[in-house]
C-alpha cells in the first residue's frame, strides 16, 4: 500500500464512509490565501518543479534551514534542480512535521506520484512532475479546475489597481476570483518613510489629495467601494493584537499630521493612531456587508539579521505570547455599541488562545447571523493535524462547530489545494471517532451534513459571494 492511499488519515470505518461520501468531491472555496492574481489572470504555466513548489515557500525554508542548507538553497541564487534536490534530502527529516504529509499528498494529487521524496528518488521525482507540469492540465486554470475550486481569495492592498482581478473577471474563468482589502500599510505611522511613501501611492490610486486625515479616510472609503465593485466582500487585518486605546479625532488627526511631516510616532501614539483606523475599517466592513477577518498574534521578523538582508515573509515568524483577550474585547465591544460590527472572523497563531477566541467570538453573536463571529481555523504555526483537531475542539465545547466555515490554505503556491483534502481527513475522522465510541448519534443524515456545511456550504453562505448554481450541486 503506498504511503498516501484512499483512507489516509481515515483510522475507522465511520470516518471513511463520511469522507468518501460527503466530503471528497465538494468543491473548494479557498476564502483567504495570498497567490498572485497575476499568475492567475495569464494563467501561468511552471517551468519545473521548484517554481510551482519552492518558489516563495518559507515553510519549506524553515525546515531547509533546520536541516543545514545554506540560505542558497533558499531563497538565494542556486539553480532550481539543486534548491529542489536541497528539499528533497531534507523530506526524510520531517516525519511528524506536516510538511511530510502535506508534500506527498501534494506529489500524489498533481503528479500521481506515489514514491517516498529522498535525495535517492529526487532524480525520478523532478523528471515525472516536470513532464506533467507541461501539460495544460496543470497551467493555473487546469489546476483550478482539476481541485474543483469554486471561489478563492487573493491578499490585496487597497492601492492596488486590481486590474489582474478585473482581467480574471472578463476571461470566463470557472472559478472566481475574488480580491481582499488588507489595509495594514495605513497603520504605519511609526515609520513615516513608509508611512508616506503608501499614502502618495493611495493618493494617486484614489484620485484624492491626502494631506489630513478626514481626506486619508475619504481615500480609504473610495479605495474599499473600489474593491466592493471587484467583487470583494472581505477584508484582512495581520495584528499582534488588536489596537484599543481609542483615541478623539483630535488627537489621531495630530499624530497623523506629525508622521506626514516625517516624525515617528511613539508606541502608544501608533496604538492609538491604529485604533482610529481599526474602527473606521470595521465601519466601512459593516456599511457594505463585508466579513472582516483578524489574524493576530505572530511574532514578525525575530531575525533582525535575516530580515535585513532578505526582508519579510521569508521564513523568521514565530507565535507570540501577548495578551489578546481584553483589547478584542474592548475592539469589538465598540463596533458592536455602534451597530457597526460586521461578521468577523477571529484567528489566533497561539494554542494558549484558543478558548479565548472561542468564547470570545460567544459574545458578540446577534441572533440573527448563523455564526456572525466565527472562530477561525487552525492558522499558520497551527495548521497541523493537531492544529486543526485543537481548534474544531475547542470550538465544539463553548460554540457551534456545524456553524464553522472551514478551511482555507492561506498560502502562495499553487500546490497547496489538497491543504482542504487534509482538513476534511481530520475532521472527517475526528467525527467518526466520536461516532464509534458513542459520543454523537451512527445517524449519517446528521453528521454527514454537519460534515458537507463545514466543508462547504457554510462559507458559500456566510460569504455571500455571486458563485455558479452548479458548484454546490
Not at 478623539?248 to 511631516?261: G, L, Q, V
Request: a negative charge.
Amino acid at each position: 500500500m503506498s504511503f498516501i492511499h484512499d483512507d489516509f488519515l481515515l483510522e475507522t470505518k465511520t470516518a471513511q464512509r463520511l469522507f468518501h461520501e460527503y466530503a471528497a468531491n465538494l468543491p473548494i472555496i479557498d476564502y483567504h490565501n495570498h497567490l498572485p492574481p497575476a499568475d492567475i489572470a495569464r494563467n501561468r504555466r511552471f517551468a519545473n518543479l521548484f517554481e510551482i513548489w519552492l518558489e516563495g515557500d518559507h515553510y519549506k525554508w524553515r525546515a531547509m534551514r533546520a536541516n543545514g542548507s545554506a540560505e542558497r538553497f533558499c531563497t538565494g541564487d542556486a539553480e532550481p534542480y539543486d534548491k529542489f534536490l536541497a528539499w528533497a534530502k531534507t523530506i526524510p527529516q520531517t516525519l511528524r512535521n506536516p510538511l511530510y504529509h502535506w508534500s506527498h499528498l501534494e506529489l500524489k494529487r498533481y503528479f500521481g506520484i506515489d514514491v517516498l521524496l529522498s535525495e535517492k528518488t529526487a532524480d525520478e521525482v523532478w523528471r515525472i512532475a516536470n513532464e506533467k507540469l507541461a501539460q495544460p492540465e496543470l497551467s493555473v486554470e487546469g489546476i483550478l479546475a482539476k481541485f474543483n475550486v469554486a471561489a478563492l481569495c487573493t491578499t490585496d492592498d487597497p492601492s492596488d489597481d486590481l486590474a489582474a482581478h478585473i482581467a480574471i473577471g472578463k476571461s470566463g474563468l470557472r472559478t472566481k476570483v475574488f480580491p481582499t482589502f488588507r489595509p495594514d500599510k495605513a497603520l504605519t505611522v511609526n515609520n513615516p518613510d513608509a508611512f508616506n511613501a503608501w499614502i502618495n501611492k493611495l493618493a494617486a490610486a484614489s484620485n484624492t489629495d491626502i494631506s489630513t486625515l478626514p481626506e486619508l479616510l475619504d481615500a480609504l472609503d473610495k479605495r474599499h467601494a473600489f474593491f466592493h465593485e471587484a467583487g470583494c466582500r472581505l477584508s484582512d487585518h495581520g495584528l499582534s493584537a488588536c489596537y484599543a486605546d481609542f483615541p478623539s479625532d483630535f488627537e489621531a488627526a495630530a499624530i497623523f499630521d506629525r508622521a506626514r511631516w516625517g516624525k515617528a510616532a511613539s508606541p502608544d501614539e501608533h496604538a492609538k493612531f491604529a485604533a482610529h483606523l481599526m474602527l473606521h475599517f470595521g465601519r466601512l466592513d459593516a456599511k457594505r456587508g463585508w466579513t472582516k477577518q483578524l489574524h493576530l498574534g505572530p511574532l514578525r521578523n525575530n531575525n533582525s539579521r535575516a530580515f535585513a538582508k532578505l526582508g519579510p515573509d521569508t521564513g523568521f515568524d514565530s507565535i507570540g505570547d501577548l495578551p489578546q483577550a481584553q483589547a478584542l474585547s474592548s475592539y469589538l465591544d465598540r463596533l458592536d455599541q455602534e451597530g457597526n460590527l460586521p461578521k468577523t472572523i477571529l484567528y489566533n497563531i497561539n494554542p494558549n488562545d484558543n478558548y479565548t477566541l472561542a468564547t470570545m467570538a460567544g459574545n458578540f453573536q446577534d441572533g440573527v447571523i448563523p455564526g456572525k463571529i466565527q472562530f477561525g481555523a487552525g492558522w499558520w504555526h497551527l495548521d497541523t493535524k493537531w492544529g486543526m483537531e485543537t481548534q474544531m475542539n475547542a470550538l465544539s465545547n463553548v460554540g457551534l462547530l456545524s456553524r464553522f466555515i472551514g478551511m482555507l490554505t492561506d498560502s502562495r503556491s499553487f500546490m497547496s489545494f489538497p491543504r482542504h483534502e487534509y482538513f476534511r481527513r481530520v475532521l472527517c475522522n475526528l467525527i467518526g471517532s466520536d461516532v464509534e465510541r458513542g459520543e454523537i448519534p451512527g445517524d449519517d443524515e446528521l453528521t454527514g451534513s454537519l460534515i458537507r456545511n463545514i466543508c462547504f456550504e457554510n462559507a458559500k453562505n456566510y460569504l455571500g459571494f455571486n458563485l455558479l448554481e452548479e458548484t454546490s450541486k
